[in-house]
């Protein structure tokens, strides 16, 4: 993974930043002038991020595993030995603890914090400012990093801004958590929860829509147009 550069290169690459030129003619320059001043460490250290995307600012710790054409943002830091899928979209101001996996597709949106203990599947959606938990009863004085409880967001499932999900439970697939709720047990699939502690309010698609099932226990996704089928409480798409 990418190392610390130079103090010159930094200075130099900061100026370029100031001139935020993006015209062919001055990337080419500026990669000559590196090139020349700093040998080609700096173009090898290109080919290694060329299949992913991270701003400046983002502090990428050695051993951690990024997919091709993820994008990370500013500020954001992805400690050693997490990792994070294909395309995946990683927003501003995030962190991503040790041994934390993100699936394919994953969006993170600003101000999350993704602590050592979770696993997201492809296609999790992550809202603004949502809220990980790794130890239920923490305490400062007492070091508890042993017990860290896992909590796994199951593949399509979205967890709305600044919604809370205590540690040690799993989010159920394509299950979606509105904004602002503690979810304190588990998430069936395709649940919509709400509230404070959260509670089940009905059933979502894929598409995030509402399923009406009425009688019949069948519902109709009005984008998608696909069936699902209720059945002992637990929904199927046909």
Known sequence: MPTRHPFFLYLFQVLCSFLNRKDRNFRIFKDYVVFSLFNNSYFEKMKLEDTYFAHETAVLDAGCSIGAQTKIWHFSHIMSNAVIGVGCNIGQNVVVSPEVVLGNNVKVQNNVSIYTGVTCEDDVFLGPSMVFTNISNPRSAIVRKTQYKTTKVCKGASICANATVICGNTIGAYALVGAGAVVTKEVLPYAL??????????????????????????????????????????????
């Open 193 to 238: 929860v709400v509230g404070n502690p959260s509670r089940q309010i009905g059933w979502v698609s894929e598409y995030g829509h509402r399923l009406d099932f009425g009688n019949s226990g069948e519902a109709t996704c009005p984008e998608s147009q696909e069936t699902y089928v209720l059945q002992a409480n637990r929904v199927k798409k046909l």
